[in-house]
C-alpha cells in the first residue's frame, strides 16, 4: 500500500508547530463525539499524514526538517489540547523514526525516511500480556522461510496503539539467533490482523488492543536490530517519555480551559454565596488559580525536560553528565505533569458544580483520559529515580535512558 500523499515537507519547528495549532483547532470540536461514540479519528489521522508532520524528525540529510525535542514536545501537547488520543497515536510513530536513525541500516532509512516524508505513520507492536517484560520473555518469534531469505512472523500483541490504521506496523519480535529486534510490517500483509477489543475508559480513539500476526511473511530488509540495551549511554527513553508528559500537559490544559468555560457559562452561585455568578466567588477564583498555578509550572518542567534533552545530544559524543540531567529533568516533568493532569481533570468538577457530570458535556474525558494515560509508568518510579540521584547520586538507568 503506498503511502499518502503531501502536500508539503516541513522545513522547521517553527512551522511544525503552526501546522499542529491550525490542525488542533479542527480537531478540538469532534473531540467530546469521537470519545463518546469510540470512534477511531481516521479522518484527523488523514489530515495530520497529508499535513508532513509525520516527517518533522526525519534527519535533513534524508530532507526532513530534524526538528527539536522542544518543537516537537510543543506539538504533542498542542495536539493533546485539542485531543488525547490523536496525540498519544502518534507518540510511537516518532519512537520508530528514533529507532531507525539510531539502528537502521543505510538502505533501511533511505526507504523508510522516504516513506514518512511521504506521509507513513507506523504504528505499535510492543507490548504482550501474560510475560515478564521484566526478563525480557516475549511470545513473538521470527523463523526462517525455507528457500527464500524472507522470515515470517508469529505472535500476539496488546496495547497496539494506533496499529490498525498505520502504514507500517513495527513488531518488537526475535530473530532466529534469539536477538531482539523488529519487524516492520505493511498493512495489508496477508496474516496480519486486527482485534477490536480495545475497552479501556480513557483514549478510547487510540485504538489500542491486539494485533494477531500469523505467518506473517517479512523481508530481511524490513527487520532491524533493536538498539538498545540496559547499560548503553542514551537519551532515546527520556525522548519518548517526554512526549508522554507532553500529552499529561496538553490534557490538564484542555480540563483546566473546559472548567473555566463551564463556570464562565453554566455553574450557578452556591445558595450562600453573596455574589450573582459563580465565576466572582472568590475561594473559587483561588481554588482555580491555585489549579492554574500547577498546570503552568507542568508546562514550564515540560520544556525544561525538552531543552535538557536538547542540550544532551547537542554533542556528536554523548556526555553522561548531560544524559543523566536530560533524564531527572524528563522523570520530574512526567512525574508532576501526571500528578497535575489527573488533578486538574477531577478538580474541574468542584468548581463546575453537580450539572457538570452529565454525559451530554463529555467533561468526564479529560479525567478517563488521563487516569488511563498515565498509567503507562508508575510516577513512584520517577519519584525513586530523582531520589536516588539526590541521596546517593545514581544517574537513571533503564528505561529513563
Do not use: C
Not at 239 to 255: M, P, S, Y
Amino acid at each position: 500500500m503506498s503511502a499518502p500523499s503531501v502536500t508539503d515537507v516541513l522545513t522547521d519547528g517553527a512551522e511544525a508547530v503552526r501546522v499542529a495549532e491550525d490542525l488542533a483547532r479542527g480537531f478540538a470540536p469532534g473531540a467530546r463525539d469521537r470519545d463518546r461514540d469510540r470512534l477511531v479519528p481516521d479522518a484527523e489521522l488523514r489530515q495530520i499524514a497529508a499535513s508532513g508532520l509525520l516527517g518533522v524528525t526525519v534527519p535533513r540529510a534524508y530532507g526532513g526538517a530534524d526538528v527539536g525535542h522542544r518543537s516537537l514536545a510543543e506539538i504533542f501537547r498542542v495536539l493533546a489540547v485539542a485531543d488525547a488520543s490523536i496525540s498519544q497515536v502518534l507518540q510511537n510513530h516518532f519512537v520508530f523514526v528514533r529507532v531507525l536513525r539510531d539502528r537502521g541500516a543505510p538502505a533501511q532509512q533511505q526507504f523508510f525516511f522516504a516513506e514518512v516524508l511521504r506521509g507513513a505513520r507506523f504504528g505499535n507492536a510492543m507490548s504482550e500480556r501474560g510475560v515478564d517484560r521484566r526478563k525480557g520473555e516475549t511470545s513473538t518469534s521470527l523463523r526462517p522461510l525455507d528457500g527464500t531469505t524472507d522470515l515470517l512472523l508469529n505472535g500476539r500483541k496488546y496495547y497496539t496503539t494506533g496499529a490498525s490504521t498505520a502504514d507500517w506496523v513495527p513488531v518488537k519480535t526475535r530473530d532466529p539467533d534469539g536477538a531482539d529486534a523488529v519487524a516492520f510490517v505493511e498493512r495489508g500483509t496477508p496474516g496480519l490482523s486486527f482485534g477490536e477489543d480495545w475497552s479501556a475508559l480513557g483514549q478510547r480513539g487510540t485504538h489500542s488492543g491486539s494485533t494477531l500476526l500469523t505467518d506473517v511473511r517479512v523481508p530481511v530488509e524490513q527487520i532491524v536490530g533493536w538498539p538498545y540495551d540496559g547499560e548503553e549511554l542514551r537519551t532515546a527513553g527520556a525522548a519518548g517519555q517526554l512526549l508522554h508528559a507532553a500529552i499529561d500537559v496538553g490534557i490538564a490544559e484542555a480540563a483546566l480551559a473546559a472548567a473555566a468555560e463551564y463556570v464562565r457559562t453554566r455553574t450557578r452561585a452556591y445558595a450562600d454565596s453573596p455574589w450573582e455568578r459563580a465565576a466572582d466567588e472568590h475561594h473559587l477564583i483561588n481554588d482555580v488559580g491555585r489549579q492554574a498555578v500547577q498546570v503552568r509550572a507542568a508546562r514550564a518542567l515540560l520544556e525544561r525536560a525538552a531543552d535538557a534533552v536538547d542540550t544532551a545530544e547537542a554533542d556528536p559524543v554523548l556526555d553522561a553528565g548531560r544524559v543523566a540531567e536530560a533524564s531527572l529533568a524528563v522523570a520530574a516533568a512526567r512525574a508532576f505533569t501526571a500528578e497535575t493532569a489527573v488533578t486538574t481533570a477531577s478538580e474541574l468538577f468542584s468548581y463546575a458544580g453537580t450539572s457538570a457530570t452529565d454525559e451530554e458535556h463529555g467533561l468526564d474525558r479529560f479525567w478517563r483520559d488521563a487516569r488511563t494515560h498515565t498509567l503507562h509508568d508508575p510516577t513512584r518510579w520517577k519519584h525513586h529515580h530523582i531520589g536516588n540521584h539526590v541521596l546517593n547520586g545514581v544517574a537513571p538507568r533503564g528505561p529513563l535512558l
